[in-house]
C-alpha cells in the first residue's frame, strides 16, 4: 500500500492555525475553571459525601508510575490511555523501578534488555545517536519524543540526551508511526514520560561515587502545595562530574526540571513543566577497524586513547525548555487533550576523529577530521486532540482526532574538514597543543516546519474484537540558507499515511494481533535535474501475540515483522556530486520479550530478538549486503529480588546478562564486528535494617561488564563499548 507524497505546498496559514490552536487551548482552560467555580459554589450549602478508603491499588494510568517492571497501559501506540494488550502493535514499556535498578545514565542503556533494540553501552552520555531499532539508526532529532512531542527536527543537529532520573516511563513503540507522530524513523519512535508532580509527598536525596572520579548528587521532591491538593508541584534535579574511561575527557551534566499541575477536578488537569539541562564531554571517540575489531599488525589500540587534547576535542550542549500538557473531559463522551513545549539548543562540537589513514600504505598514523561546530535552535511543538468514547450497538469507539505542529529554526556554522598536515599515531601519539586556526566553510540556516491532522478508530467489538484505524495527512516545508554561497533551497512535501490493526482478546489473558503501518521522512538535496528529492517511506506488516496471565503481575509479548525502507537516497554514478532514490533496505524478524514479577520481591525483564536486514535495491555494491551495526541476535535477561525474610531482609541483589550478536561494520560488509556477552551487577541494602539511626537509608552498589569485557560497535569507523565501572551510592527518602 503506497504512501501518497507531493512536493508542493505553501505554509502560512498553518503558522495562523498553530497561533488559533493556542487560543482554543486557553480558552479551554478558561471554560474548565469557570465551570469549576461555578460547581464548588453549587456545592458549598451541600454536606460532603461519604468518603470510603481501601487499600486496593491505584488503577495504573498510562503516563503514571508503575510499581514494578510491567507496564499493563500506554498512550505511545495510540494516543489515548489502553491496556497494551489492546494495541496491535509492538510496544515496550521501561519503568522508573526499572531504571533505578539498573543506574542507567542514558536513555540507550535502559534499553539494553528491551526487544528490536540495539544498544551499545558507549563510554560517553551526550547522545542517544547509537541505538539501532529494528536495524535501523535512529537520530536525535527524528525518533526521539518527550511526553508525546517531538524534542526536536532533523534541521538542528540536536545532541539532546534525555535525563533517565528525570523519566517516569521509557516508552518505545516498534516500527513506523507517521499516523500519530509525522515524520519518523522506520525502526520505531521513543517516547520518554516525565516526572509529574504527586498529591502524595516524596522526598529523595542520592549522592552517588565511582570508576573514573565520578560524583553525583540527585534529589527528587513532590507533594501537595495546599490542603484540598488542587495544587501539587515537583522539582527533580542531578549534578554529575566525571572522568571517562578515554584520556583527557569528561562526562558532566546538571539536570534542573521544575514542574507544578493544577488539578481542581477529577475532570481538569494542567501540568507546567520547565526543564535545564547542560552537558559536556564527547558523543563518540571514532577509530578505525584495523586495531579495534580487525587485525592491525601494530597491535590493538588501546581502549583509552583520545585523538586529540580536550581543548579541541570536547563537546557542550544546553537544553532549555517549557511547556505544559491540559486534559479536560466534558462529560463521558467528550475530552480535549493539548501539549505544548517550546526548546531552546544551544550546542559546541569540537572534534578530532579519525578521518583515514595516511599515508594509506600503513596502519599506525591517521589524518584526523577536526570539527568545530556551534549550532543554536528554537523549536516549538504542539499537539492538539478531541476524543470521544461512545457506543453504538455492539460496538464500542474510541475516536481521536488531532492536528499538530513543530517549527524548528537553526543556524550551524564552523569548520569541518580533514587535516593531512597535522597526524597522529595511535600507538605513539604526541599530541599537538597548537592547531591552526581554521575559518568557518559551514554556515547554514535551516527552518523545518511540519503540520499534520490525524484520524483514528478503535474499535471494540463484543467484548473480544478490537479494530485499529487511522489516516494522516502531513505538509512538511523546509527552507535553507547557506550564507557562505548565498544559495537558498525551499522544499514542501506532502504525505498521506495510515495504519490498521486487530486484537482478538481470547480466553487466559492471550490476545493475537495483526497489523499494518506507514511512516515518511524528508530529504534534503536534488538530482542532477534538480528535482527535489522525494521522501523516504517505510511500511511494516506486524503479527504477534501478547499474553497477560489472569491474575498475575506479568506481560509476555511476541512479534513478527516485515519491515521496508523505500527511497533511500544513493550516488548517483553518472553525476557522483548528487543522489538518486533507487536505494531500498528490508528488516525481517522475531522479538520476544517478557516482564513479570510472579514472586512477591523478585522483578524480571528478558528479551530475545533476531533481526535479518538487506539492502534490496541499489546501485552500487551494497546491494544483496546486511545494513551495518544491525546484529542478526541479540537478547538479555536482568532480574532483581527483595529477600522478604530472615537475615538477609533489607537486601536487594540484582544483576543482568547481555547478549549482542556478530555485525558486518560498514556498508560494504568487508568486516564483522565481534558477538560479546555482558554482565552487569547490583545490590542496595535498607540500612535501617542496621539501626534505627540508618531509618529512611539505603546503601546501592552497581558494577558494569563485571568481567571486563573490551569489545567495539561499527558504524563504518569503531567505538570501544564501556568498560567495567562501579557506582556507590546512598539514598534517603523520606
Not at 475553571?33 to 470510603?52: F, R
Request: hydrophobic share 35%; charged share 20%.
Amino acid at each position: 500500500m503506497p504512501i501518497t507524497t507531493s512536493t508542493q505546498g505553501s505554509f502560512p496559514f498553518r503558522q495562523r492555525l498553530l497561533v488559533r490552536s493556542l487560543q482554543y487551548g486557553m480558552l479551554g482552560l478558561s471554560l474548565s475553571g469557570s465551570a469549576y467555580a461555578q460547581q464548588a459554589s453549587a456545592d458549598q450549602n451541600q454536606s460532603l459525601p461519604e468518603v470510603t478508603v481501601n487499600s486496593k491499588k491505584e488503577q495504573e494510568k498510562a503516563t503514571g508510575p508503575v510499581q514494578g517492571y510491567v507496564a499493563k497501559r500506554s498512550a505511545t501506540g495510540t494516543k489515548t490511555d489502553t491496556p497494551i494488550t489492546e494495541t496491535p502493535m509492538s510496544l515496550s514499556v521501561v519503568t522508573s523501578d526499572q531504571i533505578a535498578a539498573q543506574q542507567a545514565r542514558t536513555v540507550s542503556e535502559a534499553l539494553g534488555f528491551t526487544s528490536g533494540v540495539q544498544a551499545p553501552t558507549g563510554a560517553f552520555a551526550v547522545t542517544e545517536s547509537a541505538l539501532l531499532l529494528r536495524g535501523f539508526p535512529i537520530n536525535n532529532g527524528g525518533s526521539i519524543y518527550r511526553d508525546g512531542t517531538l524534542t526536536s527536527s532533523n534541521a538542528n543537529y540536536s545532541r539532546y540526551a534525555p535525563e533517565p532520573y528525570g523519566l517516569e516511563r521509557i516508552e518505545l513503540l516498534h516500527g513506523p508511526a507517521s499516523v500519530l507522530f509525522g515524520q519518523n524513523q522506520p525502526g520505531g519512535v521513543i517516547n520518554v514520560v516525565s516526572k509529574k508532580p504527586t498529591t502524595t509527598p516524596l522526598h529523595e536525596l542520592q549522592v552517588q561515587v565511582g570508576s573514573y572520579n565520578r560524583k553525583q548528587v540527585a534529589g527528587d521532591f513532590s507533594g501537595p502545595i495546599d490542603d484540598a491538593g488542587i495544587w501539587s508541584y515537583r522539582i527533580t534535579g542531578l549534578v554529575r562530574d566525571a572522568k571517562t574511561q578515554v584520556d583527557d575527557t569528561v562526562d558532566k551534566r546538571t539536570f534542573l526540571s521544575p514542574a507544578i499541575t493544577w488539578r481542581p477536578s477529577n475532570r481538569t488537569e494542567l501540568t507546567i513543566r520547565a526543564e535545564y539541562q547542560r552537558t559536556e564531554g564527547l558523543s563518540n571517540n571514532l577509530l578505525p577497524a584495523a586495531g579495534t575489531v580487525a587485525y592491525n599488525p601494530n597491535g590493538q589500540i588501546p581502549t583509552n586513547r583520545v585523538l586529540g587534547l580536550s581543548r579541541y576535542n570536547n563537546e557542550v550542549y544546553e537544553n532549555s525548555a517549557i511547556g505544559y500538557q491540559f486534559e479536560h473531559r466534558f462529560d463521558d463522551v467528550w475530552s480535549v487533550r493539548q501539549n505544548v513545549r517550546y526548546s531552546s539548543y544551544n550546542g559546541t562540537r569540537n572534534n578530532l576523529r579519525f578521518g583515514s589513514f595516511f599515508p594509506t600504505t600503513q596502519l599506525n598514523t591517521v589524518a584526523l577530521q577536526r570539527w568545530q561546530l556551534h549550532t543554536d535552535a528554537d523549536t516549538i511543538t504542539a499537539d492538539n486532540q478531541v476524543q470521544a468514547d461512545f457506543t453504538t450497538s455492539i460496538l464500542t469507539h474510541k475516536v481521536i482526532a488531532g492536528v499538530d505542529y513543530h517549527r524548528t529554526a537553526a543556524n550551524l556554522r564552523g569548520y569541518t574538514g580533514n587535516i593531512t598536515t597535522s597526524t597522529l599515531s595511535l600507538f605513539n601519539p604526541v599530541y599537538v597543543n597548537n592547531l591552526p586556526a581554521v575559518a568557518d566553510n559551514y554556515n547554514v540556516r535551516t527552518v523545518d516546519d511540519q503540520f499534520g491532522a490525524y484520524l483514528q478508530d478503535q474499535i471494540k467489538i463484543a467484548q473480544r474484537w478490537l479494530l485499529s484505524a487511522g489516516v494522516r495527512r502531513d505538509w512538511s516545508d523546509q527552507t535553507t540558507q547557506n550564507y557562505l554561497s548565498k544559495a537558498k533551497t525551499e522544499r514542501n512535501d506532502k504525505a498521506f499515511t495510515r495504519n490498521f490493526g486487530l486484537v482478538y482478546q481470547m480466553d487466559h489473558g492471550i490476545s493475537p494481533y495483526s497489523s499494518y503501518s506507514q511512516s515518511f521522512t524528508p530529504v534534503s538535496g536534488t538530482t542532477s535535474q534538480g528535482v527535489p528529492l522525494k521522501p523516504e517511506q517505510a511500511k511494516q506488516y506486524e503479527v504477534g501475540v501478547k499474553y497477560e496471565p489472569v491474575g498475575t503481575n506479568a506481560l509476555f509479548t511476541a512479534a513478527l515483522f516485515d519491515l521496508r525502507r523505500q527511497n533511500v537516497t544513493t550516488t548517483d554514478l553518472s553525476n557522483p556530486t548528487f543522489s538518486v532514490q533507487t536505494g531500498e533496505a528490508r528488516s525481517r524478524g522475531l522479538e520476544l520479550e517478557a516482564k513479570a514479577s510472579l514472586v512477591r520481591g523478585l522483578n524480571t525483564t528478558a528479551s530475545y530478538s533476531y533481526t535479518n536486514t538487506e539492502v534490496t535495491s541499489a546501485n552500487d555494491a551494497k546491494l544483496g549486503k546486511a545494513l551495518p551495526g544491525a546484529a542478526k541476535h541479540s537478547g538479555g535477561v536482568w532480574a532483581d529480588y527483595a529477600f522478604q525474610n530472615g537475615a538477609l531482609v533489607g537486601l536487594h541483589v540484582a544483576g543482568g546478562v547481555r547478549y549482542i550478536g556478530r555485525s558486518y561494520g560498514n556498508a560494504l560488509n568487508t568486516f564483522e564486528t565481534p558477538s560479546v556477552t555482558l554482565i552487569d551487577f547490583g545490590a542496595r541494602y535498607d540500612l535501617g535494617q542496621l539501626s534505627s539511626a540508618w531509618r529512611n537509608f539505603e546503601l546501592g552498589l552497581k558494577i558494569n561488564n563485571v568481567a571486563d569485557r573490551v569489545y567495539a560497535f561499527c558504524y563504518e569507523n569503531c567505538e570501544y563499548g564501556a568498560r567495567r565501572a562501579g557506582i556507590i551510592s546512598l539514598t534517603t527518602r523520606w
